[in-house]
């Protein structure tokens, strides 16, 4: 009976630790500080739905808790400031040659971060971009 009950302390303790990549995070300015990477686009063609494969792309987004953000390769332009209310995000870009404003619908999936493009920059048939958070 004793192994019993050391087993079972066991199994709890080893089953409620968690890494921090799979802790929910909110839909909030705060809840997405950090650094995102795009590992995945979905779409349709107009046909068919399509999602690419799931891996790191080299393209990110940083989100401070300031209200700045930092682009490697998604914008167009590195900085620029973002705002967050009712699950849309709001971009505003600091740069010649490029939109100054972008607005996306966030969504959660799993520990991945979905962004929407909205009008008038949105998908006809329906798309979205897949980041997970790296740091």
């Known amino acids: 009976m004793r192994h ?10 080893f089953s409620s630790c968690e890494k ?6 909110e839909l909030t300015a ?3 500080v950090g650094e995102w990477e795009l590992y995945q686009f979905q779409g349709n063609t ?3 739905d ?4 799931y891996e790191p792309s080299g393209i990110t987004i940083t989100f401070l808790a300031n209200g700045k953000l930092k682009s490697e390769k998604f914008f167009g332009c590195t900085d620029g400031e973002y705002q967050v209310a009712d699950r849309n995000l709001t971009v505003f870009l600091d740069c010649e ?7 996306y619908f966030l969504k959660r999936e ?4 979905v962004m929407h493009p909205k009008a008038p920059y949105m998908c006809i048939e ?8 790296i740091n």
């Open 4 to 13: 019993f009950w050391i087993g079972i302390i066991c199994l709890i303790a």
């Open 20 to 25: 921090d990549e799979f802790l929910p995070f």
């Open 30 to 32: 705060e809840g997405i």
């Open 46 to 48: 107009g046909a068919d």
């Open 50 to 53: 399509y999602r690419t494969p």
């Open 97 to 103: 040659g490029e939109v100054s404003e972008k607005s």
């Open 110 to 113: 799993n520990a991945d971060l």
């Open 126 to 133: 329906g798309c979205s971009l897949i980041f997970k958070k």
